[in-house]
């Protein structure tokens, strides 16, 4: 599949970079400068670039270079499956297949609305489902997966895409690594293998903790909002008119619609958490 040609940098056109920094390209320039460039660029029929932009920079910036290699994709070809998912694994890194799937996310809402031969599919599919798509032409396993590696890809250090790229990380904990700012990544990417998985699994522990903790401070304030508009309800006769104008303006049917489901919740909550007490409590705001 990866045709490679020399192609004039100055007609490479950067229409949307992914990654905000660049890193340090004066030392991937002497890398190339040393050992060539290893992998091409990526670009488009229209020679949009796809991916390589460091890869790009660091030899028209410090080499001064006129041509690069480069592999043109059809993303066209790719959208209509002409393309083997299994040779898109093989061929292409992960943060490649990445943004190969973001560029096909981009040309399907671009094709939204207009009539193509793959308006069949294209135009009906919710984002959801342009997701999955791109997944599954660039050989990914799941959307999420995908979703994955475009994180690593976009927030992870140079040193984390290349260890997940050659596959000493997995995407999966590469992801976990690239929540943290870069230069713990760069640390942790240096440890050993064992070490550093005892890390990403702690890294995923807090970050279950927190996210635990802030659905319970949500539930709280959502309940107590319940707890008012319920005591409301019920001595509507007696509250001040303005108070009762004030509540119908949100619209009291609302409330006979998503009261029954709200119950259906608090019934599973107290089967959940029976020791939970019973009596009302200050809510922190």
């Known amino acids: 599949m990866k045709k490679l040609e020399m192609v004039p940098i100055g007609e490479i056109q950067i229409v949307e970079r992914y990654r905000t920094a660049d890193g340090d390209l004066e030392a991937l320039a002497e890398n190339i400068r040393e050992l060539g460039l290893l992998e091409p660029v990526g670009i488009d029929e229209n020679r949009r670039l796809i991916f390589g932009g460091r890869r790009l920079m660091a030899c028209l910036t410090y080499l001064n ?8 994709l059809n993303l066209d070809s790719i959208l209509k499956a002409q393309y083997s998912e299994n040779e898109f694994r093989k061929q292409f890194t992960p943060s490649e297949r990445a943004a190969i799937g973001q560029a096909i996310e981009k040309e399907l809402g671009n094709r939204k609305g207009q009539r193509t031969d793959l308006s069949a599919n294209a135009e009906k ?3 959801g489902n342009t997701i999955d798509l791109a997944a599954k032409r660039v ?6 997966t995908f979703e994955r590696a475009k994180a690593v890809t976009q927030k992870g250090a140079p040193e984390l895409v290349r260890a997940m790229d050659k596959e000493d990380i997995s ?8 929540t943290l700012p870069k230069e713990e990544q760069k640390k942790i990417v240096e440890m050993p293998a064992e070490e550093r998985g005892e890390v990403v699994k702690r890294i995923r522990r807090t970050k279950a903790d927190r996210e635990a903790d802030e659905q319970h401070a949500q539930d709280l304030l959502v309940f107590r909002g319940l707890y008012d508009a319920i005591k409301l309800l019920a001595n509507h006769t007696s509250v001040a008119r303005d108070t009762w104008d004030g509540f119908s303006r949100v619209c009291v049917y609302d409330v006979a619609e998503y009261l029954p ?12 958490h029976p020791n939970e007490p019973r009596k009302p409590v200050a809510v922190r705001q």
Do not use: H, M, N, Q
């Open 125 to 127: 599919l919710d984002k």
């Open 139 to 144: 050989g990914f396993k799941s959307a999420e």
């Open 65 to 72: 270079w006129e041509k690069i290699p480069a592999v043109t």
């Open 261 to 272: 489901r709200a119950i259906a919740c608090l019934v599973r909550l107290d089967k959940e």
């Open 171 to 178: 995407i999966s904990a590469a992801a976990v690594i690239a």
